[in-house]
């Protein structure tokens, strides 16, 4: 009892000797027992803006010592761009000194610096994640996102369907009302509670616009998804990295909307909501990312080394982590479709040059990124007969329904 009552006063002490770090969101703080040791733990709730020298300066630590839990922190994530709604959780002893640092990164991924003899360890944690392959099928309502919400599932769903077809299938256009899917997905659980999306091993549409088949496959050379006769659906790059309504421009001399001038138009414009995701058209580098209020807006240009790159223009806004100097993978997220600079409304400009001299990206030569070779692909049609058959198996027997709480695991 005069152990608590103790730690008590002195938790009030160090409390009240805190500073006030402006945007910087706390709990209360607590007593915690660890290993019969005593500690004060304050949990920290990122807000959009917050860094994390802010929280560091808000427990009165010295700043040699925070440099070097930051140094320790940037060897998993960014201490500037933490993403909000996470938590970080400090441990300090009742002497105010630092004793660990933990910050869940991902559902399956738990980072804690922790002071050893006055030298700081980084940890990785891995969560006990169990994944179960699960089966799904059904019938398009209105678009595929109302329909995987109407299914109870995720609408991280629909945009992974989506980026598997991207460049070869566009969803506003050729995805119709009363269309089928059926899909094998690898689904991950956290204490029998559902955190996630692996991947999808199998996946198939079939409706007016839309007849496909493709499964995931990889080796030591590439990993992706991959129709029957062995080429991957990615492409070398992708000429439309967004789903669109409408061509609103083409590349070529046009009268411009705004000016109403005569003018070469080095790009293709592609309509469609605001928010809208973009994606990468091929691995490469970020070399510009600006703003312009007049002109291109917000602007991301890439250099995919091989003498391409791309333009991406009139952004909403860019994706958390991209910045100059960033690498970047095919598919991957970059910004959002938007109206910003000299625009007459939503869309994403996307122009293509080579050797820094614009060219017409519908005249690119676009060809699949890998082709099963010979000597592998016995192997590659006795998986896709497998999973071609699994999923027919299913749909025979008419399940309709796989999710969390009516699951089906696949062996």
């Known amino acids: 009892m005069m152990r608590f009552l103790f730690g008590m006063i002195v938790l009030a002490t160090i409390l009240t000797g805190c500073k006030t770090a402006m945007g910087v969101k706390s709990n209360d703080s607590n ?37 070097n839990i930051i140094k320790k922190f940037c060897s998993f994530q960014d201490p500037n761009s933490i993403q909000p709604g996470k938590t970080i959780s400090l441990k300090r002893k009742l002497n105010g000194k630092f004793y660990s640092l933990e910050y869940d ?67 506003y256009h050729d995805i119709c009302e009363g269309d089928s899917f059926y899909v094998i997905i690898r689904k991950k659980y956290l204490n029998d509670k559902f955190v996630g999306y692996d991947r999808i091993n199998y996946i198939k549409i079939k409706g007016e616009k839309i007849n496909v088949e493709a499964i995931y496959y990889s080796n030591t050379e590439y990993c992706g998804y991959f129709d029957d006769s062995g080429n991957s659906l990615e492409k070398n790059i ?130 699949s990124r890998y082709i099963i070779k010979d000597n592998e692909y016995a192997n590659f049609t006795s998986q896709y007969g497998y999973l071609s058959t699994l999923a027919e198996k299913y749909s025979t027997n008419n399940i309709k329904l796989t999710s969390a709480k009516n699951k089906t695991t696949i062996n």
Request: proline letters at 3%.
């Open 31 to 67: 007593i915690v027992y660890d290993n019969d040791d005593i500690f004060i733990l304050t949990k920290y709730k990122i807000r959009k803006g917050d860094k994390l020298l802010e929280i560091l300066n808000k427990i009165n630590l010295s700043s040699t010592l925070n440099r």
């Open 105 to 171: 990164k991902s559902v399956d991924s738990t980072y804690l610096i922790i002071n050893v003899n006055d030298s700081l360890i980084v940890l990785a944690m891995d969560q006990d994640i169990i994944t179960k392959d699960e089966y799904i099928c059904g019938t398009i309502n209105k678009n595929l996102y109302t329909t995987v919400i109407n299914y109870k599932e995720s609408p991280a769903l629909a945009l992974y369907i989506e980026k598997i077809f991207l460049g070869r299938y566009n969803f």
């Open 238 to 367: 992708l000429i439309a990295p967004v789903s669109y309504e409408k061509v609103t421009s083409d590349y070529g001399y046009r009268k411009h909307p705004i000016t109403h001038k005569r003018s070469f138009h080095y790009g293709i414009d592609y309509a469609a909501p605001i928010k809208t995701p973009i994606y990468a058209s091929a691995d490469g580098i970020v070399i510009v990312k600006k703003y312009k209020r007049k002109g291109m807006g917000r602007e991301i240009i890439i250099d995919h080394r091989n003498g391409y790159k791309t333009v991406y223009a009139h952004l909403y806004r860019f994706a958390r982590g991209i910045k100059v100097g960033s690498n970047v993978k095919y598919g991957q997220l970059i910004g959002y479709l938007g109206n910003s600079g000299l625009s007459t409304g939503p869309h994403l400009h996307f122009g293509v040059l080579y050797k820094n001299r614009p060219v017409n990206p519908e005249k690119i030569n676009i060809s």
